[in-house]
């Protein structure tokens, strides 16, 4: 008799292998989050128990002392003398130029340290303090921050990205991974010594909330994003092209629009009530927020005006009134593409590719750009990273290369070697191909990626063992930035483009 097939049951057969430090499918998705995020915790605690900026080098110190100082400020003064210069307020001793909401958090701050070590914010007796305890202290409001701010909006945005209809669900937890530990962010808030994760968290929360289509909440957190860092506004186009286009995609659209329109100068009136109600104290913090005449450049960042200054110098053959029109023209051009293709087909994956594209125009052409602010468009790049993970990876390593001399500097090479080492460990696990993660085809062109990536290997040895000719004192650090500015040109390039591609799916099929 012969034998009767069997249909095979799908929903019965097992799961395909996976070799990731976390299981796909068998382990609660909670229990799988909190021991990613216990361990992302694990890794900056150990970075911040390296030196930080400044560490020990007078007279002005670093972004420590900064940070310590407009603790300091903050704690001692009324809100109006804190972007005004006085007597106890030098503002050419670090003065406070990040909005308001960035001084209120550093006054909360300042009272957790004052509790604890009154002596390390007194005003003007405490300039340059330096101990051990105070260390500590400075350390964990940044632990603090990280998990009041930047961790939720992570676990918020996976969320959002599940409930989507463009994401890997059963790569998740890999991309919660990719999010809390790049190395970008950990070395230079947990390291170097900043809050960057307020500010990107607040923009991870406002992305997540527009992804369920929580408007309203989308925009009060972004504007909050950017009354703590003025550099959020790298983000201000695709935030604006894609809010737009979707109010033109519905009913009552100016409707939508002025809804939309209030709660954001409400949001910033809130923030800025004490300075609302003169136009002279609005003007001086204005004014300490767009410091042109630092110059267009400051150190060596790879970005447009800096590397290109090798070959044309900018700041002798201009004056900043010129620079500045040059600069916001070759701004808005760069981001003019990416803007119009959110408003006129908005789509959810196309906003983070948006966002990675209108960051990556104000890294590369705007005024006064620092190479710290290449975490702006290293965070929507991690949203990403399901879709592009050689973009992403590519990305990371290369915007913590365009650091290198900075992290040289604070003297956290050790912290820069283990936490990139990290990384890689978790992205290249073995069998990737199992876990859902797409495969980028930007790796059929291997020379392409081979040639900058053994440049990079060699200008990591050549920095710390060869002494650059007395003519030539910083040719290394220049070499390193036109290598990672030549990257960036074209991540940009390829993003937009991506971008534009998805522009198809307006003609018939769902919002990505």
Same mark, same amino acid.
């Given at each position: ?12 057969s097992?799961?395909p292998?996976?070799?990731f430090?976390?299981p ?21 605690v150990?970075v911040?128990?390296?030196p930080y ?14 940070q310590?100082h407009?603790?300091?400020i903050t704690?001692h003064l ?10 106890h307020?030098?503002l ?10 960035? &001084? ?6 300042g ?6 070590l ?9 300039r340059?303090f ?6 500590l202290?400075?350390?964990w409001?940044?632990?603090?921050s990280d998990?009041a701010?930047?961790f939720?909006?992570?676990?918020y945005?996976?969320?959002a ?11 998740i937890m890999?991309l919660l ?5 790049n190395?970008? /962010?950990?070395?230079i ?18 992305v997540a909330?527009?992804? /369920? ?6 925009s009060?957190?972004?504007?909050l994003a950017?009354?703590h860092?003025?550099?959020?506004l790298?983000y &201000? ?5 894609? #809010? ?6 519905r009913?009552y659209?100016?409707l939508h629009?002025?809804k939309?329109?209030f ?6 009136a809130?923030?800025?009530w ?5 136009t002279e104290?609005?003007f ?6 767009a ?6 450049y400051?150190d060596?960042v ?6 290109t ?7 002798r ?14 701004t808005?051009l ?11 087909y ?9 966002l990675?594209n209108?960051s990556?125009?104000? +890294?590369?052409?705007s ?11 290293? #965070?929507?790049?991690s ?8 973009l ?5 390593y290369?915007?913590l290369f365009?650091m ?10 050790l912290?820069y ?7 890689l460990?978790?992205?290249?696990s ?6 859902g993660?797409n495969?980028s085809?930007l ?13 990079s290997?060699v200008l990591h ?6 002494k ?5 004192p910083?040719?290394?650090?220049a070499?390193?930035?036109?290598l990672?500015?030549s990257? +960036?040109?074209f991540?940009? /390039? ?11 799916y307006?003609?018939g099929?769902?919002?990505?």
């Amino acid at each position: 008799m012969a034998k009767r097939k069997t249909k095979s049951n799908p929903s019965l057969s097992p799961p395909p292998p996976s070799h990731f430090p976390w299981p796909l499918s068998s382990s609660p998705p909670l229990a799988t989050a909190a021991t990613i995020c216990l361990f992302s915790l694990l890794v900056r605690v150990m970075v911040s128990l390296g030196p930080y900026s400044g560490q020990g080098v007078p007279p002005k110190f670093g972004d420590y002392e900064a940070q310590r100082h407009w603790m300091e400020i903050t704690l001692h003064l009324p809100p109006s003398d804190w972007y005004r210069n006085s007597s106890h307020n030098d503002l050419l001793y670090w003065g406070l130029d990040y909005p308001p909401l960035s &001084a209120y958090q550093s006054r909360v701050h300042g009272l957790i340290l004052n509790a604890s070590l009154p002596e390390s914010v007194a005003l003007r007796s405490s300039r340059g303090f330096e101990s051990h305890a105070s260390k500590l202290l400075m350390r964990w409001t940044v632990l603090l921050s990280d998990l009041a701010v930047f961790f939720p909006a992570a676990l918020y945005f996976l969320w959002a990205y599940s409930q989507s209809n463009f994401g890997e669900k059963r790569a998740i937890m890999w991309l919660l991974a990719m999010i809390l530990l790049n190395p970008c /962010l950990v070395l230079i808030d947990h390291g170097h010594f900043q809050y960057n994760c307020i500010s990107l968290g607040l923009t991870l929360g406002a992305v997540a909330a527009i992804l /369920l289509n929580n408007d309203v909440v989308g925009s009060i957190l972004f504007t909050l994003a950017m009354n703590h860092k003025q550099m959020s506004l790298y983000y &201000a186009p695709a935030f604006f092209g894609h #809010l737009l286009g979707k109010c033109f995609k519905r009913n009552y659209s100016i409707l939508h629009v002025m809804k939309l329109g209030f709660v954001v100068l409400a949001t910033f009136a809130f923030v800025w009530w004490p300075y609302i109600h003169s136009t002279e104290a609005l003007f001086e913090v204005v004014f300490r927020l767009a410091p042109f005449e630092r110059g267009i450049y400051e150190d060596y960042v790879a970005n447009f005006w800096c590397s290109t200054s090798v070959f044309i110098k900018w700041k002798r053959l201009f004056t900043v009134e010129p620079l500045k029109l040059m600069s916001l023209s070759l701004t808005v051009l760069t981001f003019l593409p990416s803007l119009v293709q959110q408003v006129k087909y908005p789509s959810n994956l196309g906003f983070l590719y948006a966002l990675m594209n209108s960051s990556f125009s104000f +890294f590369l052409f705007s005024f006064q750009v620092h190479e710290k602010s290449i975490l702006l468009p290293v #965070l929507p790049a991690s949203l990403l990273a399901l879709q592009e993970p050689q973009l992403y990876s590519w990305l990371t390593y290369y915007s913590l290369f365009s650091m290198y001399p900075l992290i040289c500097r604070d003297k956290l090479l050790l912290q820069y070697i283990a936490s990139l080492g990290l990384f890689l460990l978790v992205f290249y696990s073995p069998d990737r191909a199992h876990s859902g993660v797409n495969r980028s085809r930007l790796y059929y062109k291997k020379l392409i990626w081979f040639v900058p990536l053994l440049g990079s290997v060699v200008l990591h040895a050549v920095y710390l063992l060869v002494k650059p000719p007395e003519k030539y004192p910083y040719l290394f650090e220049a070499l390193m930035m036109l290598l990672s500015f030549s990257q +960036f040109v074209f991540f940009t /390039l390829y993003s937009n483009i991506k971008q534009w591609k998805m522009s198809w799916y307006a003609s018939g099929k769902k919002d990505l």
